[in-house]
Every structure is written in structure tokens, then in C-alpha cells.
């Protein structure tokens, strides 16, 4: 296992005991070791989000997008970083496209 997936494993046990804060570090060493690692990236976007930083979690929610484009959870998740901050009608594009993946 390389160390990037390592650092993303162990972020992800913070995440799931709700300490965001460690999580985020963790995910973005992970990412400082792999910037490919789209699971880091989406792990970062969700610790982000739970943090309140909703900025931050759409900058994340994006570069995952961006690496993985055709992966309708992506585009749920960005919509729902989107409705968190009041940007509806970017949020509503990106679950139209989700649900358009998601239809093949």
C-alpha cells in the first residue's frame, strides 16, 4: 500500500469518529504524497464540509471532479457543497449531470 493511501486510511478513521480536523490533515498530506489520489480528494471535500468550510470543500469537490469527471457521486456531493452555500443554480447543474451519469 503506498504511503499516500496509508496517510488517506488513517485520515479516514478520524472522519469516522468525527475529528475533522485531523482527517483534513491527514487527507492533505495523503494528497501531498499522490495529487491523484481522488478518494483523498473526496475525503478532504467531506471533512471540509463537516468542518464548515464550505469553501473549501467546493475547491475540493472541483479537483475531484476533475480527476474523476464522469463519477456522478462527485457531482452530488459538489451540488451539495453548492446548496450549502446558497449557489442554487450551480447546485442544480451539478445534480442535473449526476443524474445524467448516472443514466449512462
Known amino acids: 500500500m503506498s504511503e499516500a493511501r496509508k496517510l488517506y486510511k488513517e ?10 480536523d485531523e482527517a483534513t490533515a491527514l487527507y492533505r498530506q495523503a494528497i ?16 471540509l464540509e463537516r468542518s464548515g468550510d464550505i469553501d473549501g470543500a467546493i475547491e475540493a469537490g472541483l479537483k475531484l471532479i476533475e480527476l ?21 443554480r450551480e447546485a442544480e447543474d451539478e445534480a442535473a449531470l449526476a443524474a445524467q451519469l448516472q443514466r449512462g
Open 32 to 47: 501531498e504524497a499522490d495529487p491523484s489520489l481522488s478518494i483523498a480528494w473526496n475525503g478532504l471535500a467531506m471533512a
Open 11 to 20: 485520515g479516514f478513521s478520524h472522519y469516522v469518529e468525527a475529528r475533522y
Open 68 to 88: 474523476e469527471p464522469d463519477d456522478p457521486l462527485s457531482h452530488t456531493c459538489l451540488s451539495r457543497f453548492y446548496q450549502r452555500k446558497g449557489m442554487i
